[in-house]
């Protein structure tokens, strides 16, 4: 009986002592996980102040983007009646269509394209325009699509976006030939664009458009053509290569119709570069001496600097070296931070002039949602998407994504704040 009461006792204290070490083990894990909580709490209080912050810095940066030009427009604009009749533009960059993309828009049930979902997020601020141009960079045609090569349901949802005038120069001209050169601009006149840049029809490139009884003139260059000397004569003679001689002829061409305003969409500058050459600076100061009121830069893919400089009448003269793409997937960063550039025109009630009267962009982005998406490719306007983030989850960008956009939009202050 003596040695039963021992083993009782022995008994006791075991589930004591591992009663004892579960409930400090317990303890532990609370302590442990009370602080995690403590610590992620304290992340979330930081990680939501790092973005307020950044919100307010990209609301003081959008306020500030363009006031130097716009205010430099103001000092000579000081003349302005009631009479005055406004109009308004805006540009977007290079139009590509790559393998991805065709991908992302095929129907394997219908065999059909759409690319719709791309551009639904941006229309709302293009479309409202009276000109709205852009450089299509991609050989609209019937059949064996590649990255030179889509369909015309592309070029549809490129108009539905709201591009009504489209520059066909650029240095993938004749990628495919004369014959697919040709075919698109009849494809894209399908589609009802007013297509510049060949010289198929008329010995001078130039479109005008006749927007509130204004006549606005539409030049476009490309200085350079992707392996260019195998073409032949014949073939440079069909797209409008930038040369003094051709800026000159095209100018009084657009006079002789009565061309109010002239501007310029050029294809220059270095691919994936934020620096303007030397070319482009001489280039430009050309077009401006022969009576060039506006120019839009294209090819480099990136944005690169833009300014105001007066003609030899002290009329503002703007320049924008290169906005970007509008659509497409190159790999470099810079070139999914985009623009659509907006100006504002405004023809004068009492000498009849047109003059620069005010501008401003809209941020965009080129979002990838992966491989496994149901529509991969987005384009989303980064300001608001930035401001409306949260880091909450679920929300329609990552962490990762926000920062890109915040570092882009950084990007483009240090680029545009003049």
């Known amino acids: 009986m003596p040695r039963n009461r021992r083993n009782t006792r022995r008994i006791r204290l075991k589930e004591f002592l591992n009663l004892r070490t579960f409930l400090t083990i317990v303890g532990v894990l609370l302590a442990v996980i009370v602080v995690c909580i403590g610590i992620n709490a304290y992340r979330v209080y930081q990680d939501r102040k790092l973005i307020a912050e950044q919100n307010a810095e990209i609301e003081k940066q959008s306020q500030e983007i363009f006031s130097q030009i716009n205010s430099n427009i103001e000092q000579t604009n000081k003349n302005i009646s009631e009479s005055d009749v406004l109009i308004s533009m805006s540009a977007v960059g290079d139009i590509l269509c790559s393998n991805e993309m065709l991908e992302d828009a095929y129907d394997e049930n219908t065999k059909t394209y759409q690319f719709s979902h ?76 007013t297509v510049v840049g060949d010289k198929f029809e008329t010995s001078n490139a130039v479109a005008i458009r006749e927007v509130k009884n204004t006549k606005i003139a539409f030049l476009t260059y490309t200085c350079f053509l992707d392996n260019q000397s195998q073409y032949s004569e014949e073939e440079l003679a069909c797209v409008n290569m930038y040369s003094e001689e051709q800026v000159k002829s095209d100018i009084e061409y657009a006079k002789e119709q009565g ?29 401006v001496d022969s009576g060039v009121q506006l120019i839009i830069g294209s090819h480099p893919s990136v944005v690169q600097p833009m300014e105001v400089v007066q003609n030899s009448d002290g009329d503002n003269v703007f320049i924008a070296y290169s906005i970007g793409t509008y659509i497409s997937t190159l790999s470099a960063e810079e070139a999914r931070t985009e623009l659509v550039l907006n100006i504002e025109l405004r023809k004068s009630g009492k000498d009849g002039k047109v003059y620069l009267n005010k501008v401003d962009y809209t941020p965009i982005y080129m979002l990838d949602n992966g491989t496994d998406a149901e529509n991969r490719f987005e384009l989303i306007d980064m300001r608001s998407t930035a401001l409306n983030y949260t880091g909450e989850e679920g929300e329609k960008i990552t962490r990762g994504i926000y920062e890109k956009i915040v570092d882009g939009l950084d990007r483009l202050n240090k680029i545009l704040a003049l």
């Not at 479309?127 to 709205?132: E, F, G, K, S, V």
């Open 259 to 287: 061309a109010e305003y002239l501007c310029a969409i050029i294809h220059w500058g270095d691919a994936i570069s934020d620096t303007v050459t030397e070319e482009q600076k001489e280039i430009a100061n050309y077009l």
């Open 118 to 193: 791309m551009f639904s997020n941006v229309t709302g601020f293009i479309n409202d325009a009276d000109i709205i141009m852009g450089t299509m960079e991609t050989g609209i045609v019937s059949e064996n699509y590649n990255d030179k090569r889509a369909p015309i349901e592309f070029a549809k949802a490129v108009k539905d976006s709201g591009v009504n005038l489209v520059s066909i120069s650029h240095n993938h001209s004749l990628d495919n030939g004369l014959t697919g050169l040709q075919e698109t601009r009849e494809n894209l006149e399908e589609v009802e664009y």
